[in-house]
């Protein structure tokens, strides 16, 4: 089954986020592969998550959580698409990055239910390497990208839906070590479900690392 829709060029995007923090694109999944992963996502046990009032930025919204080399939840197929995803990342041929050393092992997905869902301005942790890969597997909302700086009043607005990709730099991706600013808005209608890739250095790496 092929995951990427034809075409689609990690070379280009990856050196979109050496020099810009961050690139997105639109259907990059294609729409067989969606139905296949929205099954397995469907299947999931989620809890609620919603920062407390006195937290720095507002997040709330339905989360599953695994690293997928040591979990017990049954997730084939994440797992499968995490290992794929990260060895065609580290085959891509880019100038002035490590992307070599992106191997991820840790999944969320996290379901926005209703318009109070969503996360405001932030940047992701700074344990996170590399890269932050952002999959949308259902629904539609605008992602605001603010890059490096946190007072820019006027982000990039990318237009979430099924099969859309993002990816943000992480610390130690290139030179350029900053981890840019985003924000999530909530569902333009219904649910919207997003698949969230990292690679967390407090995680010992896996005995085995799968290429294809």
């Not at 997928?68 to 990260?86: F, H, N």
């Not at 301005?121 to 992602?143: A, E, M, N």
């Not at 730099?169 to 219904?190: I, K, M, S, T, Y």
Request: charged letters at 25%; a negative charge.
């Amino acid at each position: 089954m092929e995951i990427f829709r034809p075409g689609l060029n990690f070379d280009h995007l990856l050196s979109d986020v050496v020099t810009f923090g961050g690139t997105f694109v639109t259907e990059a999944f294609t729409r067989e592969y969606l139905e296949y992963i929205n099954e397995e996502i469907d299947s999931l046990d989620y809890g609620q998550y919603q920062s407390g009032e006195e937290a720095k930025v507002y997040e709330r919204h339905r989360d599953f959580r695994a690293r997928i080399y040591d979990t017990e939840a049954p997730i084939p197929r994440l797992t499968d698409m995490v290992e794929y995803i990260g060895w065609r990342i580290r085959s891509a041929g880019v100038s002035k990055a490590y992307n070599e050393l992106f191997y991820p092992d840790d999944v969320n997905v996290w379901r926005y239910t209703d318009q109070s869902s969503g996360i405001g301005r932030h940047r992701d942790y700074s344990h996170d390497q590399l890269l932050i890969v952002g999959v949308t597997t259902k629904g539609y909302c605008t992602l605001e990208y603010y890059g490096d700086d946190p007072e820019n009043t006027t982000p990039k607005i990318w237009h979430a839906g099924p099969g859309s990709l993002m990816l943000l730099r992480g610390p130690g991706f290139c030179e350029h070590d900053d981890r840019p600013w985003h924000g999530v808005n909530p569902p333009l209608h219904g649910e919207r479900v997003s698949i969230i890739i990292r690679q967390d250095i407090r995680n010992s790496q896996p005995e085995s690392k799968k290429d294809y």
